[in-house]
């Protein structure tokens, strides 16, 4: 490929709330670019995986290069990079944002600003991009495209009069968006000649090529043979091939120089040595410096999973051992449960990762799960001074060896209409919630902040937020930091047996209410038996609340059914489909989604 | 040439008033219907006997409904319909049901000279004032009335259904209701407890008053007795009759020695039955079928052109079914399956097919084991379909 001219590439990013468009308007600019005719286009393109495509959400950052022909006769490059949309992701997406020079905010014009919508585009000024904004969905009846762009200046304050007024779904105005990531976004900059210095946004495994470490070059210049060395986890390998993004398809070139966007392959077998926010250099010629803004992510989420069939063990061990090679920041250790079985203890960024995973595994791997209630990482200070990073609520030492715990907090900046302050107010205070502040965004929107425990909003917070808010509130956090707090391990026995799978760690005060709604659900999902089962929950020795499953209800001495054997045969297949998925406890069957009950707790 | 045994059902739907509990596929309908359907059902008799050339029937069984609303003419027609189609063994066993409230002596004389030969009266109780609330349209006077003039016509096989287990009834009521049976000496019993059966209307009342128990509420008037006093009741009726010189053969059937209902005894033993009317079911060779269900639908199918129109479900009973009925409807009865004839059908060992149930159910005393044979314990029959349930996983 001939030389390109830096001054006509454009690197940039497109930010939004969850629904306002950002995957249609990718699709958009692709399709008029012409690099998909309209055959070819599959609804959201950048979305790879069947998953994304479903939930509506990116779950990993994607990258397409396309050649836009403007108005002023040249043609440009555009690096379309496509960043995860969802808080479990931040970190990704920050890289993704370092990756670029530009963004595109997309605003829904009738739902205006939401709660991700100003922690994005916070997000992209924090990395210095140039941000314009775009109005999406005019043509919804409710569309009211003149007050969101004075939203958006007074809110945000960024100039939104001449912000293109759009239909990503319909087609309509795209050409403007085209020509003003042509004047808006600046071109990138960085010496071809320096040292090599670029930042990894993504990386890829591919059993024929390993790693593809997906890359924006700042500065020097990267291509076949190149010694790279990875500045943070220290990893060197030599560069087998180099390219950039087609659509779906990995096109190699001769090199790649200072404010591109692309990719290198260098035979590395684990994305573990290509961590996302690393600086790749030239072992032989290296920058002074590395890239700032590199961290190792950390997962905050715990579960354990465990193979419904025991049998599956190794073959779940397999299945997590290849999505790691995908995923850096799945972490998993084996782990033993008297209930369970064989299984893994598994960290994840967020509920949603945890989620992805499971379905992941129940999909692509053909596995069938049980998974034991999701917990954070506490740290348990011991009276001799040892302290325990605790993601296992069983391995709790005894009271009397635990001088305090801390658990995480987070602030969390929910956006919310007038009328549902209230709601939301005594949701997060129900959720240990600790107000910060409230500032009215226009006459009839708030934005509200608090400090809330991590645990508290990793189960169904997000759900509580939608049905007290009747769908209206949005919302975004960050990780504050470790707090003290009384927090005790809540057993649950059932027919007298302590369930180690069912244990988990609540604070002091909900406790009881936890406890009571526990027993209540287990009594639902649990099946009569031929004798009563007690379900008790405690706390120590204490027992807080208790249900009781009857014993089995007496079948009616009914008339022989004649000789109607099917609609007999029927009636109790019925009942076998019900038997399937149990898992002997003592004496007692319990079915593998009443361990997952205690995530849907919440009252609504 | 060896002949094979058919049993052979007919249904007639029809019933002169629908009862508050019953969920069978029973209504009301003018005589203009009733008549359209037996010259429809004596069509698909002609028409289904043609493959049954090679069998012997040795059981004919009229069940309902109410095959007592009909005429003896009409019977006598639906009776020649056999005969001339089939080859009915010299002594079958040919079983009508009848409502007590339906028949007089001119009918059953007719009846029994149509050869029917076996009754099976749907009594339900010997107090009127649980007739009444069943919405009978029969009274104890009627019964007795008919049953003396059924001996007299020359019955000498005859059945009464009773139940157990009504709205506000006691064991007292039970007793009584045995008794007087058991004074008859009738050669056969069905005694079963009323099952609340969704879509009936009997179901909302008794559904609604069971919701306001587990609420905590006081017991009401007219409320069903406890799962207690139930299996008291039934652990009694199966004393009493024993004592009477019955043979508790079947969890909800008792007979004298050699009066076992041999029509029956087929769905439970897996022989081969013929079913013919609206919703009748079939089990012929290794297929079980069903008729449609919808008078209209039954009436209008053209059966000498196209028989299987009248066939709404077929299921092709596989290698695992047939073991699954061969337990389930085997241990139905008192003495339970026998593990020879369980090899000998599938040439499998019962114990290898079934261990882990097996041992599982016996060690929670729901099964008991004696020789060859393998069956529920009092327990055991308490929750059946709980047990037969286990042993519907295994394969």
New interface residues.
């Given amino acids: 490929m001939a030389h390109i001219d830096q001054s006509k590439i454009r690197n940039f990013c497109i930010v939004a709330h969850i629904d306002h468009g950002k995957s249609t308007l990718a699709d958009r600019i692709i399709e008029k670019t012409g690099l998909l005719t309209s055959r070819e286009m599959q609804s959201q393109v950048l979305d790879n995986m069947d998953l994304e495509r479903e939930r509506g959400i990116t779950i990993k950052a994607q990258a397409v290069r396309i050649v836009y022909k403007a108005e002023d006769g040249e043609e440009y490059i555009f690096n379309l990079i496509d960043t995860p949309g969802h808080v479990d992701f931040n970190y990704e997406v920050s890289r993704s944002l370092a990756a670029c020079d530009g963004a595109i905010l997309v605003v829904d014009a009738a739902q205006g600003i939401e709660a991700q919508t100003l922690a994005n585009v916070y997000l992209a000024l924090d990395h210095n991009l140039d941000v314009f904004p775009v109005i999406n969905k005019i043509d919804l009846p409710s569309a009211e495209p003149q007050r969101v762009i004075d939203e958006i200046e007074d809110v945000i304050g960024i100039e939104a009069q001449d912000a293109p007024q759009i239909s990503a779904k319909a087609g309509i105005n795209i050409e403007q968006v085209l020509e003003q990531i042509v004047s808006k976004i600046p071109a990138p900059q960085g010496d071809p000649e320096a040292p090599l210095k670029a930042l990894i946004f993504d990386s890829l495994y591919d059993a024929y090529k390993g790693v593809i470490v997906f890359c924006r070059i700042k500065e020097g210049t990267v291509k076949k043979g190149t010694q790279v060395l990875m500045m943070a986890t220290k990893a060197t390998a030599e560069v087998v091939e180099v390219g950039y993004f087609g659509a779906g398809q990995f096109i190699p070139c001769e090199e790649l120089s200072a404010g591109m966007v692309g990719y290198f392959t260098a035979s590395i077998k684990n994305v573990k040595d290509t961590r996302v926010g690393d600086t790749v250099t030239d072992k032989n010629n290296p920058c002074a410096e590395p890239l700032p803004g590199y961290k190792k992510v950390n997962p905050m989420v715990f579960c354990g999973l465990y193979p419904a069939d025991g049998a599956k063990y190794p073959d779940l061990r397999d299945a997590l051992e290849k999505l790691q090679l995908n995923d850096a920041s799945l972490q998993f250790e084996a782990e033993t449960s008297i209930a369970l079985g064989f299984g893994f203890r598994c960290g994840f960024l967020g509920l949603l990762h945890l989620e992805i995973i499971q379905e992941r595994l129940e999909r692509e791997y053909n596995l069938d799960l049980v998974t034991t209630a999701p917990g954070v990482i506490y740290k348990v200070h011991k009276t001799n001074g040892d302290v325990i990073e605790l993601t296992n609520p069983s391995n709790l030492p005894d009271p009397s060896e635990i001088d305090y715990m801390e658990e995480p907090f987070v602030t969390a900046e929910i956006m919310v209409t007038k009328e549902f302050i209230g709601q939301i107010m005594d949701l997060c205070q129900e959720r240990r919630g600790i107000y910060i502040s409230m500032e009215y965004i226009e006459e009839t929107r708030a934005l509200i902040k608090y400090e809330l425990p991590l645990n508290e909003i990793i189960y169904d917070f997000f759900d509580a937020l939608k049905s007290r808010s009747k769908g209206y509130a949005s919302f975004d956090y960050e990780m504050k930091g470790y707090v003290q707090s009384s927090l005790v391990k809540l057993d649950i026995l059932i027919n007298k047996e302590e369930v180690d799978a069912l244990s988990f760690i609540v604070h002091e005060s909900t406790a009881y209410e936890r406890g009571r709604k526990m027993c209540e659900k287990l009594k639902e999902e649990i099946p009569r038996h ?1 004798f009563e089962i007690p379900i008790q929950a405690a706390v120590g020795n204490k027992v807080i609340a208790r249900e009781t499953v009857k014993a ?15 609609r ?2 029927k ?3 019925k ?2 489909e019900g ?2 998925r149990m898992r002997q406890v003592g004496n007692v069957e319990i079915p593998q989604k009443a361990f997952m009950s205690v995530l849907k707790l919440d009252d609504k | 040439m060896i002949s094979k045994k058919l049993g052979l ?1 007919i249904h007639i739907p029809f019933c002169i008033r629908k009862c508050g509990y019953c969920d069978f596929l029973s209504f009301t309908a003018s005589d203009q219907v009733k008549e359209q359907y037996v010259q429809q059902l004596i069509r698909e008799l002609q028409v289904r006997s043609a493959a049954f050339k090679d069998y012997f029937l040795d059981t004919v069984f009229l ?1 309902g409904g109410t095959p007592s609303v009909l005429e003896g003419r009409q019977i006598a027609e639906i009776m020649e319909a056999v005969q001339g189609n089939f080859k009915l063994e010299r002594n079958a066993e040919i079983t009508m049901e009848m409502n007590p409230g339906t028949v007089n002596e001119e009918k059953l004389i007719a009846y029994r000279k149509a050869g029917i030969n076996r009754i099976s009266f749907g009594v339900q109780s010997m107090q009127n004032k649980e007739l009444e609330l069943l919405g009978r349209i029969h009274t104890v006077e009627d019964f007795l009335q008919n049953y003396k003039a059924a001996r007299k016509a020359g019955f000498s096989n005859i059945n009464m ?1 009773l139940m157990s ?1 009504l709205p506000n009834q006691t064991l007292k009521d039970v007793k009584k209701n045995l008794t007087e049976a058991a004074k008859l000496s009738p050669e056969h019993l ?1 005694c ?5 059966e969704e879509d009936t209307p009997f179901y909302q009342v008794y559904e609604e008053q069971e919701l306001r128990r587990q609420a905590g509420e006081e017991r009401q008037e007219d409320a069903l007795p406890t ?1 207690q006093s ?2 008291e009741m ?1 652990q009694w009726i199966s004393d009493f009759l024993e004592e009477q010189g019955y043979v508790h053969y ?4 008792y007979a004298k020695p050699g009066m076992e209902c041999k029509h ?1 005894l087929k ?2 033993e897996q022989k081969e ?1 013929l ?1 013919a009317g609206l919703g ?4 012929v060779g290794d297929i ?1 079928w ?1 008729n449609l269900r919808t008078m209209e639908e039954y009436l209008q199918a053209d059966i000498e052109q196209e028989p299987e129109k009248l066939v709404e ?1 077929r ?1 092709v009973v596989n290698e695992i ?1 047939a073991i ?2 061969f337990m ?2 085997g241990l ?1 009865t008192i003495q339970g399956i026998s593990k020879t004839e369980f090899y000998q059908s599938f040439g499998k060992e019962y114990m290898q097919v079934y261990q882990t149930v097996h041992h599982k159910m016996i060690s ?1 005393g ?1 099964l008991e084991e004696e020789g060859d044979r393998v069956r529920l314990t009092k ?1 055991g ?6 047990v ?2 286990e042993f ?2 295994v394969l």
Avoid: H, P
């Avoid at chain 1, 001495?557 to 054997?565: H, V």
């Avoid at chain 2, 079963?192 to 609340?196: E, N």
């Avoid at chain 2, 009748?280 to 089990?283: G, H, L, N, V």
């Fill in positions: 031929l089995m209800r007496k079948d009616v001495l009914a008339k022989c059914y004649g000789g109607d054997i099917t007999k045969k009636l109790l297949e009942q076998k038997k399937k | 059902y069940g259904d287990a069905s079963y407890g009323l099952m609340i799962e139930e299996r039934y079947e969890i909800s059937n029956n769905y439970w039955y079913g009748a079911a079939s089990f079980r069903s479900e299921e079914s699954e009925e389930f409807l139905r929670q729901l327990q029959i308490d929750v059946s379909n709980y037969m349930g519907m996983q």
